[in-house]
């Protein structure tokens, strides 16, 4: 008879540990199945912030070119901006004798955006004011200030602060004081 009780408690033994794997095995299922698309997320996460700074860096990029263009600075056909371990390529190209194609390609961690755009060259004005208003022109009151410039095509009135200058240009005027020549196509302005 103890052979028969010695037999029996083996084998509760053996069904408990058999129950303890199952669910040990269960429960590493579930932590993989968890922890799996976690993984994942974070790496789009980061994936996704290297693509977006290599875009900012192929803008800057073309920021760079286009300040030295407008203030006349040296460039070559092909610059480099390094920031960190990530750089921007900038590759300008003469589309014609006033126009100019800049081409940028940023690049951080292997995540590349490229970037471009035509630029027309030439003789022309650039602003850079904090308000520009048309014809009506620009009316302060009530203590308003401005932080930068003013540049209106009518009158500047009323009260107020500027910390940068104000232009006040003459509004256009009411009619026409220019006429086409005759011929075809009409080639004179007088």
Do not use: C, H, W
Not at 10 to 22: E, Y
Not at 44 to 72: H, M, P, Q, V
Not at 146 to 163: A, D, E, L, R
Not at 164 to 176: H, P
């Amino acid at each position: 008879m103890n052979r028969i009780n010695k037999k029996l408690n083996t084998s509760k033994g053996a069904a408990m540990m058999i129950i303890v794997l199952f669910f040990v095995f269960i429960s590493l299922t579930i932590l993989v199945g968890i922890i799996t698309p976690t993984l994942r997320e974070f790496k789009i996460a980061g994936t996704n912030s290297n693509s977006k700074n290599a875009y900012f860096l192929a803008e800057s990029g073309i920021e760079d070119i286009l300040y030295r263009l407008r203030n006349n600075k040296q460039i070559s056909a092909s610059e480099t901006l390094t920031l960190g371990d990530s750089t921007a390529t900038t590759n300008i190209t003469d589309v014609s004798s006033s126009q100019k194609q800049i081409v940028s390609l940023g690049d951080n961690s292997s995540n590349q955006r490229k970037v471009n755009i035509n630029v027309n060259t030439g003789v022309g004005v650039s602003f850079s004011y904090g308000v520009q208003t048309g014809k009506g022109g620009f009316t302060m009151s009530n203590g308003s200030s401005i932080i930068g410039s003013i540049y209106s095509n009518g009158p500047i009135t009323g009260s107020g602060s500027v910390t940068g200058s104000a232009t006040s240009a003459n509004s256009s005027a009411l009619a026409a004081n220019q006429t086409n020549g005759s011929g075809t196509p009409a080639y004179d302005v007088s």
